[in-house]
């Protein structure tokens, strides 16, 4: 679809106070940061070997097609903290890593130049992004003073000059004033910069996005299956008041998949599924240089198939419609226990009368996993007349296959810790007017990134 129309459609779908409608993130974001796989410890030679890594062509796709991580979506590249130099000699009195006139001061030991840095991306065709209001040493700046809005200009202006085009918010520091980050950066960028809010306490979080992009809706995540259910879990609130949509995404943190000694392979499968089927950003954070990491989650990371319902959006984000009473105890983040439902079924419509879902088993043992089709959203039973029946077509997403034609239901063993994820497709026989209208109506938006990756195919 032409720019034009998509942009005039948003222009209605959304009233000013939604989002930034700047035509950033009208799809949930897609990329890498560096976070869960370098922690306090990232230098840029690392960052930049991460790059070549993203725009590699090592893997085929399902088509037997060589992609790069970049050609699937992952092609934006964000720092996280450590970049600063905490304790600064140069540091005005009371600050860490902000001088007198309020500039941020990079530890030049891990990161010799951020301008080559980011002109790297630049020549690979990734978008690099910028990390502030850091955990790691954060400056206590005076809000009265004029201290912090003196800081936020001056980093504002740091990230155009060192040539990010994104940026992470974190929610330690003082500069917390989202209103101030977007008046600078509005200022001194040209183009709109992608903006993540990381700060999960503040109180205006579900109430649209007019300073930012996509907002951090939990604690940060785990390499552990309690973590990811419990983050996961964090989504719904904001989903069931219609709070995550194009231009203003929740988001449950970087993924764990593939970071080393974390999750196994089911709960690789589940975490990636869950994050995909809420419209969460998907941001990888494992070493995409590692060839065994590589053979293990490739299939995951690339399934076109899921990264297309991730991608969707027909006016309604995804979420939960049922989940068992039972639940397992999980040990959190090594105090308090979390009650996770034994199984939990989401589903997400994804346009052209499609409804993804996914069923996920939180048990220790496998499970039999039923997805009763009136009971899901958007699946809709008086489609053709079918009178007491309901058929669908049900394909497994994981494995790319047509699983035939279902009456009512559709039941599937799971194993522990694992999630089946299927999409539902009406048979299309016929079908009466009044209701194929009604499902135009939910095709609101032909997602431009969806066709991108559909021209992989
Ligand atoms: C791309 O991957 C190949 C095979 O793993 C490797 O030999 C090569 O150095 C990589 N290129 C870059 C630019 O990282
Ligand atoms: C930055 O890149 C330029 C041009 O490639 C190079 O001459 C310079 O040494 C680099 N500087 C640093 C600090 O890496
Ligand atoms: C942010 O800063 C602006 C301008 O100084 C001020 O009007 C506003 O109240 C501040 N917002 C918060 C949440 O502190
Ligand atoms: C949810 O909000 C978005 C953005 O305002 C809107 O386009 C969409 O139609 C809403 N969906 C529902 C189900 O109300």
């Known amino acids: 679809m032409a720019p034009i ?18 035509g950033l993130a009208l799809t949930p974001p897609l990329g890498w940061r560096s976070w869960n796989l370098f922690v306090g410890n990232v230098h840029q030679y690392e960052l930049v070997a991460i790059m070549n890594g993203l725009v590699n062509r090592t893997r085929k796709n399902r088509f037997g097609k060589l992609v790069s991580l970049c050609d699937l979506g992952y092609c934006e590249v964000g ?30 030991d891990r990161f010799p130049s951020m301008e080559n840095m980011t002109e790297h991306a630049k020549s690979l065709g990734l978008t690099a992004g910028w990390y502030s209001n850091n955990c790691a040493c954060n400056d206590h700046c005076n809000f009265e003073s004029g201290e ?41 960028s040209k183009k709109p910069i992608l903006v993540e809010h990381c700060d999960k306490n503040d109180p205006l979080l579900g109430q649209g996005c007019p300073t930012y992009h996509f907002y951090r809706t939990s604690v ?20 069931a008041t219609n709070s995550s949509y ?43 240089n590692d060839k065994e990491i590589t053979d293990k989650i490739w299939d995951i990371i690339s399934n076109d198939e899921i990264l297309g319902v991730n991608q969707a959006y027909v006016g309604e984000s995804g979420g939960v419609y049922d989940t068992a009473i039972q639940t397992i105890v999980m040990d959190f983040e090594g105090n308090s226990p979390i009650f996770i439902p034994e199984y939990q079924y989401l589903s997400k419509p994804i346009g052209n009368g499609k409804v993804a879902v ?32 309901c058929d669908y077509l049900v394909r497994d997403i994981w494995k790319h296959s ?56």
Not at 12 to 18: G, K, M, N, R
Not at 158 to 181: H, M, R
Not at 364 to 378: G, H, M, S
Request: with cysteine; proline share 2%.
């Open 5 to 22: 129309l998509l942009s005039t459609l948003l222009f209605f779908a959304h009233s000013a106070v939604d989002g930034k409608d700047d």
């Open 79 to 108: 720092l996280d903290d450590t970049w600063q130099a905490c304790g600064s000699p140069r540091a005005a009195e009371g600050m860490h890593y902000h001088d007198a006139e309020g500039n941020p001061i990079v530890n030049s």
């Open 220 to 239: 940060d995540i785990r390499n552990n299956y309690a973590s990811i259910m419990h983050n996961l879990g964090t989504i719904e609130a904001y989903r």
């Open 246 to 288: 194009p231009g203003c995404w929740a988001y449950a943190d970087m993924l764990q998949v593939g970071v080393r000694h974390g999750l196994n392979i089911q709960e690789t499968r589940s975490h990636f599924a869950g994050w995909a089927i809420v419209s969460s950003p998907l941001i990888l954070s494992h070493d995409v």
């Open 148 to 188: 912090c809005e003196m800081q936020i200009r001056q980093d504002s202006k740091a990230l155009v000059d060192y040539g990010f085009s994104s940026l992470k918010i974190d929610g330690c520091g003082n500069e917390k004033n989202l209103t101030l980050w977007d008046k600078y950066l509005t200022k001194f």
């Open 402 to 457: 047509n699983l035939g034609r279902f009456r009512d239901s559709w039941s599937v063993e799971v194993e522990s810790h694992d999630a089946a994820f299927i999409v539902l497709e009406h048979l299309g026989i016929g079908g009466d007017s009044d209701q194929n209208e009604k499902r135009k109506g939910l095709e609101l938006l032909r997602l431009d990134s969806r066709e991108k990756l559909m021209a992989l195919v």
């Open 358 to 389: 996914l069923l996920m088993n939180s048990a220790d043992e496998p499970r039999t996993l039923t997805a009763n089709f009136k009971q899901i959203p958007y699946v809709d039973c008086s489609y053709d007349n079918q009178g007491s029946h």
